[in-house]
């Protein structure tokens, strides 16, 4: 009755909205008068909705602990950048020091190590040569001799000057010497030879004995003759035993000093006193030729180097095992 009496108040097409709603139909009728009688007011009714309202959950929210330095601490220093230009590192260049020997005579250069060898040119006083290697009894050098075809030259070590420490050169081994042909009988005297400063030479042996014990005195005779009208002097006069087999080389002085022969004279005996006679011992078996050789130099260069030269052909002789 409540519910009735408020859509009075209200208009009719509320009252149709709301008959919709309610499920009822509304016939077409005239508009009511509306009652003269004070209507009595209706208690409204309130509605009560009882509805449960969860709270809103609780959101913690984590608020991270930021650290901020403080306005005294010291921040962190960068080393400033260098303006220094770096140096580079230089390594220095290592030149090998060339050794070299200087000629304090007038000296021989020779195809290996020893007056038996031949003579491929020669240096004059003061000339400078490079020292490559040495011999094994580091009595001879070898030199860097451009003049020579055949390969580096051998010169004596002690008729120059060397800058170096002899022993500290490597050893060269000697080449064979040149070959020389041994005549079929060794009683036949060798031809004389004339050097080339006048000087002919001849070498014999004292009998007609061609073999030999090790050690044995192998006797030979000497002679020399001037062939200019000018007397030529000399240090050295002697005999070389060869090996024909490449061993060990042998030397026999028979003439040294403050040497010479007069024009026109036989020697070595003073300076015209004729032929000599001399000899030798061989320790080494095997087969040899023997050279008379003069040296034109002074002694003391003859020693190690010197001027020489060969004035006979190689004499053979053999020395026996024993």
């Known amino acids: 009755m409540g519910r009735l009496l408020l859509m009075n108040t209200l208009s009719w097409s509320a009252v149709a909205w709301v008959g919709a709603a309610l499920g009822l139909t509304l016939g077409t009728c005239a508009a009511p008068r509306p009652p003269t009688t004070t209507p009595t007011s209706a208690p409204t009714e309130v509605v009560a909705i009882s509805a449960t309202i969860s709270p809103p959950p609780t959101i913690t929210i984590s608020t991270a602990t930021v650290t901020r330095p403080s306005a005294t601490t010291t921040p962190t220093s ?3 950048t260098s303006t220094a230009t770096a140096t580079p590192t230089v390594r220095a260049t290592v030149t090998p020091t060339i050794q070299v020997w200087v000629a304090n005579s007038p000296v021989n250069v020779r195809s290996g190590p020893g007056v038996a060898y031949t003579i491929i ?4 006083t003061g000339a400078r040569a490079e ?15 451009d003049a020579a075809r055949i390969g580096p030259g051998w010169v004596a070590q002690q008729v120059g000057t060397y800058s170096g420490e002899v022993n500290a ?3 060269v081994v000697a080449p064979p010497l040149p070959p020389t042909s041994i005549p079929p009988t060794a009683t036949t005297a060798p031809r004389p030879v004339v050097g080339a400063r006048g000087i002919t030479g001849q070498l014999t042996l004292c009998n007609p004995k061609t073999t030999y014990a090790p050690g ?8 020399i003759v001037n ?8 240090g050295i006069l002697g005999v070389v035993a060869v090996s024909a087999s490449g061993g060990p080389t042998q030397f026999q002085t028979s003439w040294s000093g403050d040497l010479g022969l007069n024009p026109g004279c036989v020697g070595p005996t003073d300076r015209c006193g004729g032929a000599w006679e001399d000899g030798i011992r061989i320790a080494t078996p095997g087969n040899y030729l023997l050279y008379l050789q ?7 260069i003859c020693l190690s180097g010197g001027e020489w030269e060969s004035l ?11």
């Open 78 to 80: 960068i080393p400033p």
């Open 121 to 124: 040119g020669n240096l004059e």
């Open 131 to 145: 020292v490559i290697g040495r011999d094994a009894t580091a009595k001879w050098l070898v030199i860097v001799f």
């Open 169 to 171: 050169l490597p050893i």
């Open 216 to 223: 044995e005195r192998i006797c030979f005779n000497e002679s």
């Open 227 to 234: 062939t200019t009208n000018a007397f030529i002097p000399y």
């Open 294 to 300: 003069i040296c034109y130099s002074p002694i003391n």
């Open 312 to 322: 006979t052909g190689g004499l053979a002789v053999t020395v026996t095992g024993g």
